[in-house]
């Protein structure tokens, strides 16, 4: 970034990473984002993908939501991360009772990704969810190329090929205790169904799935 640019970042307060017109309150938005956020209510997600866990968004990919998400992600709008965390958060307080003693298991970015932002946004969300159910990173995702253009059924396979478990797959496993997957977004399901299997492979069952919005 130029040098006057992070001059003016550091000395202007931060537009509202949704409206981008009202200057940003704490967290990124301004108080009419933040409050239409407040308001939204939990969806059911129903992926197209078959075998895909049920999964509960925060809310639909859409507006205010899907704004700040872009922003987030493309953007690398890190200060959104308690935010989002809280919406799953919510998304969460609807299947955890359904769960019981599950752990969080986010899906990983890919490195290119990480890299490109700066961090894993997914990561960074699920780490502010509030409450007690504990964050189990134990997947990791090989590069995979832009599943923009490709079928559903190419989407799934380009998915499946690209989700792993990492060695901690197996400590969760000897737990016995069930996962909930994390994402930022359902679309039609494939990621999560690729990261399901991916844990099922090492014992692991991934009930249900939490994310920030279902498109
Ligand atoms: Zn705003």
């Known amino acids: 970034m130029p040098l006057a640019e992070n001059a003016r970042e550091l000395f202007l307060p931060a537009a509202c990473a949704s409206c981008r017109s009202a200057p940003a309150a704490g967290g990124g ?10 308001s939204l209510r939990p969806v059911l997600a129903t992926p197209a993908v078959r075998g895909a866990p049920p999964a509960v968004a925060a809310g639909p990919y859409a507006g205010t939501l899907a704004e700040a998400l872009n922003e987030y992600k493309e953007r690398a709008r890190r200060e959104l991360a308690p935010v989002l965390g809280g919406l799953l958060g919510r998304a ?22 990480r890299r490109a932002r700066g961090f894993d946004h997914v990561a960074a969300a699920c780490a502010r969810i509030p409450g007690p159910v504990p964050v189990h990173p134990c997947l990791r ?34 737990t016995g205790r069930p996962a909930i997957l994390v994402d930022d977004i ?26 920030v919005a279902a498109a």
């Open 141 to 174: 995702a090989l590069p995979r190329p832009d599943s923009v253009g490709l079928s559903p059924r190419q989407r799934s396979l380009a998915a499946r090929r690209s989700l792993r478990t990492t060695g901690r797959a197996a400590a969760l496993a000897a």
């Open 92 to 113: 969460l307080a609807v299947v955890a009772a359904e769960v019981p003693g599950a752990v969080l298991v986010p899906v990983p970015a890919t490195r290119a990704a």
């Open 186 to 211: 359902v679309t039609t399901g494939a990621t999560l169904h690729a990261a399901a299997e991916a844990l099922r492979a090492a014992g692991v069952v991934a009930a249900a799935a939490i994310t």
């Open 29 to 38: 938005l301004c108080p009419d984002c933040a409050a239409d956020l407040a």
